[in-house]
């Protein structure tokens, strides 16, 4: 049906009001998809060419009516697959296995006095820096380098700092660097002095015992030490201890710790053991000008194999009221005689 007005202009205007279904007089746009549906076909189809009442997905009549399609293929064999990026769109891809090598290689070090030295010594192995805000004044020179080199530094609260650090001991401030390779025998003794102490340090781990040996071998002139693992001397807790004597002192590897006490003597120098029980009092002892000083654990002390290679063999009197001295503290004892001595 249908009903006519006037506007304001005179004009009649056609409404159309819509019917039951079929009998809608405006045609279908197939362009816009507007307008009265079209006429089912015959055999009771809908337009989706499927059996009426059989609903058929929206998605399905676009795609295939659209030029626009988007085809998936499968990658080919000459084309290499994209890296995964875990889901993360616009990031770079970085191996996991290089990110492990780059986190053996690197340690934390802390300690106003340790990061100094270091600062001092060797600025250039800083991969990144965390600070508290009181101690950027006495890193001032520090900062600069940090910021010209483009090497990350942050100021940040004592929480953080502790987070970075992995301890509330470090002191305001806490530097993200590469580890020292240990130098070998061969080199070491190369390049060695007249006048010479090292260290060999059998199975000694505690950090704290390193640090202390460190700070005594820097004080009194023992520039090497003979270890197992190099990486022993490069922990965050042993460089705080050793108060920036970590800095003047290296550790030498070998195949094995006999094997670098063989090299030394065949160099030269005395091997000197320690001993609680029994040796030369080290009040009547006369020490070499080169010599390799051999140290154990407290509880075992040295193995058989490593006490068998001494060409002397030292004690420290004492009352007896203990059975041996701490590790660190000995080493301080033997390490001033033989500066006394020869120096």
């Known amino acids: 049906m249908s009903d006519e007005f006037k506007g304001k202009s005179g004009k009649v205007k056609v409404m159309f009001v819509r019917g039951e279904e079929g009998n809608d007089k405006r045609g279908h ?15 009771g189809e809908r337009r989706g060419g499927g059996p009426r009442g059989e609903r058929k997905p929206r998605g399905d009549d676009r795609s295939s009516a659209s030029p626009w399609k988007t085809v998936s293929r499968a990658p080919s064999d000459d084309r290499p697959a994209a890296p995964d990026h875990g889901g993360i769109s616009g990031k770079s891809y970085v191996d996991p296995e290089q990110i492990r090598r780059q986190r053996q290689e690197e340690t934390r070090v802390y300690g106003e006095n340790a990061c100094q030295a270091l600062w001092a010594s060797r600025p250039e192995c800083i991969v990144r820096a965390w600070f508290i805000q009181s101690v950027t004044p006495r890193f001032r020179e520090a900062l600069k380098y940090l910021a010209a080199n483009r090497k990350a530094y942050h100021v940040v609260d004592d929480a953080e700092l502790t987070k970075a650090s992995g301890t509330e001991h470090h002191g305001g401030v806490c530097f993200l ?5 240990g130098t070998l025998v061969h080199e070491w003794i190369a390049t060695a ?24 071998c820097a004080h009194f002139g023992a520039k090497g030490v003979l270890v197992n693992d190099a990486s022993l001397l490069e922990s965050g807790a042993a460089v705080r201890t050793a108060e920036g004597g970590a800095e003047h002192v290296k550790a030498i590897t070998a195949d094995s710790f006999v094997d670098g006490l063989n090299a030394f003597r065949k160099a030269g120098y005395t091997i000197v053991t320690t001993s609680s029980h029994q040796g ?8 070499p000008k080169k010599m390799v000083l051999v140290l154990g654990q407290e509880s075992d002390g040295l193995s058989d194999s490593a006490f068998q290679q001494g060409d002397l063999s030292l004690s420290i009197e004492g009352t007896g009221c203990v059975e041996s001295l701490n590790v660190s503290v000995a080493t301080g004892i033997l390490l001033a005689e033989w500066w006394r001595q020869n120096h």
């Open 29 to 43: 746009n197939p362009r816009t998809g507007k307008g009265g549906r079209p006429a089912p076909s015959a055999g």
């Open 177 to 181: 660097i590469k580890k020292r390779n």
């Open 280 to 287: 030369v009092p080290l009040a009547r002892a006369e020490l």
């Open 193 to 216: 002095n007249e006048t010479d102490c090292v260290l060999a340090l059998e199975d000694i781990g505690n950090p704290h015992n390193l640090g202390g040996i460190m700070r005594s």
